[in-house]
């Protein structure tokens, strides 16, 4: 991501317009209770709410944004939720992740494919990766505009070829207003032990 990439994400917390971004991610709360703990990372936390709920749950967690403003506000939540995550400003466009490093990483709503391919690298042997991006649709659906930013139909599980896929969906779900759906790729996989 450039620096017009950061401007815009600041001014989209500076101007509270990310409202999506302060819940957890569903898919993430459906598999917390299934998975081990032990070092998580959230990438693009956004607000921090997908980190917050992991760190709540025991996980030592690792959560990286472009936005300063998101950050800021996603530590004073952790804060005053007295939880605590690693939170790391970054531009994730040149960002290398180590090697065998996390039990989980989580991208909710993020893409960055160069990055994706670091994925099965950076986990743990039966390390576990929840992923959930926007998708390509006939229809308009929330989210971004550019097909840049959204994924083709099948492109996932392709994107996640190192790794056992144990949940995969595609489809519509609930947007964050009632009038509006995402097209969404969600994928919940593991790294053989």
Not at 67 to 87: C, F, G, Q
Not at 95 to 120: E, G, K, T
Request: proline fraction near 6%; charged fraction near 25%; glycine fraction near 6%.
């Amino acid at each position: 991501m450039s620096q017009s990439d950061t401007d815009r994400w600041e001014a989209r917390y500076q101007a509270s317009s990310a409202a999506y971004a302060a819940r957890p991610s569903p898919l993430v709360l459906d598999w917390l209770g299934r998975l081990p703990r032990g070092r998580a990372l959230d990438v693009a936390c956004g607000l921090g709410a997908t980190a917050i709920a992991l760190a709540d749950a025991g996980f030592d967690v690792e959560a990286i944004d472009i936005a300063p403003t998101a950050l800021a506000r996603a530590r004073e939540t952790a804060n005053r939720r007295s939880v605590t995550v690693d939170w790391r400003c970054a531009n994730l466009t040149d960002w290398r992740l180590p090697a065998a490093h996390y039990d989980l990483i989580v991208d909710i709503h993020f893409v960055n494919r160069d990055l994706v391919a670091q994925f099965a690298d950076a986990l743990k042997p039966g390390g576990w990766l929840i992923f959930e991006q926007h998708l390509r649709w006939p229809q308009a659906v929330a989210g971004p505009a550019s097909p840049h930013f959204r994924l083709r139909p099948g492109e996932l599980r392709h994107l996640l070829w190192q790794l056992d896929v144990v949940h995969y969906d595609e489809g519509l779900f609930p947007g964050d207003e009632a009038d509006r759906q995402f097209a969404l790729a969600r994928a919940v996989a593991r790294k053989c032990p």
